[in-house]
């Protein structure tokens, strides 16, 4: 089963703008990773953030962690047409087996 | 340096069959991972190899196996293909086995199996 809920599902915007997509998980964390994948291909490891941290940017990636509310959010700034994705949130649990549960993930689609 | 391959790219498969997907993880990469991922849904895991040993198992029925080979590469193996056996089948590699959670995955193009 799913850990998480990604929001929005499908998101369609213009080249230039920011994006801005949702995780929201179920149990107690290490840690959260947010995946990038293009259609057919594997998906690409974009930026993790420990469950210690709230913040943490890479180049044009904002990516937030609220335990309390067991939410993360990753923004996409200037988006451009190489952006267009699907955008996964993982969490890798405390306890049980040594994996990454992925959300249902966000589609994105940047318009030129 | 190259990534993590994988082998065949596409099959077709009929029910009842069984299948061997190949996994070459990245030079170095001790642990191999497979997802599975069924179309429009995040990719879920299957098994966890470190050293040739499992070290961990997803929610998935005994048709499913895998080994991890001397030389750290490592097959997926599914008995008696049902149709919804039909996904990408995904798999990862990253330096060590403890603390994976810790590190990020580096992931293959995948194998898309096809049931019939």
């Known amino acids: 089963s799913q850990q998480g809920e990604e929001d929005p599902q499908a998101l369609s915007i213009q080249e230039g703008e920011n994006a801005t997509m949702n995780c929201s998980y179920k149990t107690s964390i290490n840690n959260l990773q947010w995946y990038r994948q293009n259609s057919g291909r594997g998906l690409v490891h974009l930026i993790l953030?420990?469950?210690?941290?709230r913040e943490k940017h890479s180049g044009r990636l904002r990516v937030t962690l609220d335990t309390s509310k067991k939410s993360s959010s990753l923004l996409i700034t200037a988006s451009r047409a190489a952006d267009t994705a699907s955008y996964f949130c993982a969490t890798a649990v405390i306890q049980g087996a040594q994996k990454l549960v992925f959300g249902q993930g966000t589609r994105l689609t940047i318009n030129p | 340096d190259a990534g993590v391959t994988q082998s065949p790219t596409h099959l077709i498969k009929t029910r009842g069959q069984h299948v061997t997907l190949r996994c070459s993880p990245i030079?170095?990469?001790?642990?191999v991972s497979w997802y599975q991922q069924v179309l429009g849904q995040g990719p879920q895991f299957i098994f966890q190899y470190y050293e040739k040993e499992e070290r961990g198992r997803g929610n998935f029925p005994d048709r499913f196996s895998a080994r991890q080979f001397p030389n750290y590469s490592s097959e997926l193996n599914v008995n008696a293909l049902l149709l919804g056996d039909s996904a990408l089948y995904l798999c990862?590699?990253?330096?060590?086995?403890?603390?994976?959670?810790?590190?990020?995955?580096?992931f293959g193009d995948g194998t898309r199996l096809s049931i019939l």
């Open positions: 953030i420990r469950s210690n941290e």
């Open positions: 030079s170095g990469h001790k642990s």
């Open positions: 990862a590699s990253s330096p060590a086995g403890t603390g994976y959670g810790n590190q990020p995955q580096h």
